[in-house]
T-cell receptor
Framework: DVKVTQSSRYLVKRTGEKVFLECVQDMDHENMFWYRQDPGLGLRLIYF???????EKGDIPEGYSVSREKKERFSLILESASTNQTSMYLC???????????FGPGTRLTVT | GQNIDQPTEMTATEGAIVQINCTYQTSGFNGLFWYQQHAGEAPTFLSYNVLDGLEEKGRFSSFLSRSKGYSYLLLKELQMKDSASYLC??????????FGKGTSLLVTP
């Protein structure tokens, strides 16, 4: 069975803190994605990665960075968290040549 | 991202049929996806269309017209558990998806 896990379901951080969100997939997928989901705005792509050490900006990369040192792990980093980054963060992975993206359970981040 | 439009909310009765429409920009189209998302949960894959026509999968069907930039998701014999958000997503290049804002479907007894 396909599995994408995220390090936390709920996270509360203070403004200015550095925040790491971790995503791990066990399916040997090449492609991994970070989205954020906000009411009325839907899912928006932050960053994605097609391979180890490769990264591409999505639609809303400002204020975020990513790291992919190993194939199974894709990290999203908020260098200095701000209140407008309070959101649901969803990680997804995808096998090159296939079509379905598999989503993790999400991390609900609150920045106070 | 590209403009992907779908209704914000819909309500339907248990046992009925409901159609959720999605329109998108046709330039660079690579494929269209429908996902279901229950409150507080991750999206789960429902269907994928890349050619024109209807794809049927049990109670759910998805239709695509590439020339019109139009798709719909058809849900038959609605059940209470079908109350969820339905997300239309389009692939334009590579594998990244562009999502619509989602349609919140409420199924009433």
């Amino acid at each position: 069975d396909v599995k994408v896990t995220q390090s936390s379901r709920y996270l509360v951080k203070r403004t200015g803190e550095k925040v790491f969100l971790e995503c791990v997939q066990d399916m040997d997928h090449e492609n991994m994605f970070w989205y954020r989901q906000d009411p009325g705005l839907g899912l928006r792509l932050i960053y994605f990665s097609y391979d180890v050490k490769m990264k591409e900006k999505g639609d809303i990369p400002e204020g975020y960075s990513v790291s992919r040192e190993k194939k199974e792990r894709f990290s999203l980093i908020l260098e200095s968290a701000s209140t407008n980054q309070t959101s649901m963060y969803l990680c997804a992975s995808h096998l090159a040549g296939a079509y379905e993206q598999y989503f993790g359970p999400g991390t609900r981040l609150t920045v106070t | 991202g590209q403009n992907i439009d779908q209704p914000t909310e819909m309500t339907a009765t248990e046992g009925a049929i409901v159609q959720i429409n999605c329109t998108y920009q046709t330039s660079g189209f690579n494929g269209l996806f429908w996902y279901q998302q229950h409150a507080g949960e991750a999206p789960t894959f429902l269907s994928y269309n890349v050619l024109d026509g209807l794809e049927e999968k049990g109670r759910f069907s998805s239709f695509l017209s590439r020339s019109k930039g139009y798709s719909y998701l058809l849900l038959k014999e609605l059940q209470m558990k079908d109350s969820a958000s339905y997300l239309c997503a389009v692939s334009y290049s590579g594998y990244a998806l562009n999502f619509g804002k989602g349609t919140s479907l409420l199924v009433t007894p």
